[in-house]
């Protein structure tokens, strides 16, 4: 008998055998589960859609400044050469 067959054998000597029994509020916690899974998940995606749009407007702002150009000059260069 390869292990294969005896595998089988097994599974086939668990599955005849007797089933334990299912508690009769098993369908209701399941679903009250899923749906805090539900709101848990819609929870998370709604904080994170958030975070996205607050990120943009930051960068919007920063970028609204131009960090990236010198400041301007707040003298005048000294005239020469009159």
Aim: aromatic content about 4%; proline content about 15%; charged content about 25%.
């Amino acid at each position: 008998m390869s292990p294969r067959d005896r595998e089988e054998t097994e599974v086939r000597r668990m599955l005849a055998g007797p089933h334990p029994p299912v508690p009769p509020d098993l369908a209701v916690r399941a679903t009250a589960r899923g749906r805090r899974l539900l709101a848990r998940r819609r929870l998370l995606r709604r904080t994170g859609r958030l975070l996205a749009l607050l990120a943009l407007a930051a960068l919007l702002v920063w970028a609204m400044h131009q960090p990236w150009l010198p400041p301007p000059v707040r003298i005048t260069p000294p005239v020469e050469g009159w």
